[in-house]
């Protein structure tokens, strides 16, 4: 089979396409053959050696779907022939065979493409956690999605609008901004716009959002919590360096300030977040947007692509 291979820590350069033997499931193992792969900030970060240390070679990539090909002996869930999600097998995704142990499966909803099951795991599980773990969402509350374009943030929006949420979103383009248009949004904003934070303000009748889910902490934090209601919660999804903070503005409306990271969710939490979200794809409520195909060779564009400005839902790889 051929696998995206890393041996040595560096830009997308270091991404090679190599060919390697085909993984054979040992007892409670399954190998999937992959169909498509969930490019991820998160990829680009490991890469790079921003998450530490790595043993080499090793293959990236945490999201994937695909077609059981074998099981072993001791798999009773699964057979070959059944249509996956991968989310964060012990092998990485970018290969076109994966071989997964049975609880980084989930079942692929019947109507979803491989391309939109490769875009549930990290963005949906991500923005699940977010909205309803850390960030309390409740029915009728005000949303702010700040930076709903990519695959988190369209995921946010759609969760949201589903689960009877006002949203509110933002985007650096006007075509990611009528992409998120259409995902739910009652107003979508121009984070690149110097007057955007009144401009939320006066779309919440001067009160501020309930709720932010903040993609760009570093950039957004201090701005978040002059803007947010009382009893306001940002819960940071994305952050990409430092920031200066008033800290008084939290004690203005007992305001909380939630970090998440998804790495930190236990296995009941994902499949519990998991069900939801396939839940809301058979109601066609969750539509996963898939704005960039790319055959598996070309992992370095995609990696280039998702760290430039501009997003527009998710990138994938295909093997077809
Ligand atoms: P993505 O598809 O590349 O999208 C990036 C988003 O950030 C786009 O919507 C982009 O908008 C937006 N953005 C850019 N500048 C912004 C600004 N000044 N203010 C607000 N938003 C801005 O990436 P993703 O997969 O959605 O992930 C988003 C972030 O969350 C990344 O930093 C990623 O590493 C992180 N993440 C964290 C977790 C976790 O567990 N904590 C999990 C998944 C992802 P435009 O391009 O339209 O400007």
Known sequence: MRAIRVHRFGGPEVLSLESLPDPVASHAQV??????????????????????????????????????????????????????????????????????????????????TFEQ??????????AHVALFGRGRAQRGETVLVHGATGGVGVAAVQLAARAGLRVLGTGGTERGRELVRQQGVERVFDHTKPGCIDEIRSATGGKGPDLIIEMLANVNLENDLALLHTRGRVVIVGSRGTIQITPRHTMRGNLDVLGMSLHNCTPAEIASAFAEIAAGVEEHTVRPIVGTTLPLDQAARAHEQIMAPGAFGKIVLTCP
Not at 47 to 76: H, K, L, N
Not at 89 to 111: I, N, Q
Request: avoid cysteine; charge should be negative; aromatic fraction near 10%.
């Open 31 to 112: 190998v999937v053959r992959v169909h498509a792969i969930g490019v991820n900030p998160v990829d680009t970060y490991i890469r790079e050696g921003t998450y530490g240390p790595r043993e080499f070679p090793f293959t990236p990539g945490y999201d994937a779907s695909g077609v059981i090909e074998s099981v072993g002996a001791g798999v009773t869930d699964w057979k070959p022939g059944d249509r996956v999600v991968l989310y964060r097998p012990a092998a990485g995704t970018y290969a076109e065979r994966v071989l997964s142990e049975a609880t980084a499966l989930f079942r692929l909803p019947a109507s979803a």
């Open 117 to 126: 099951g490769a875009s549930l795991g990290v963005p949906y599980l991500t």
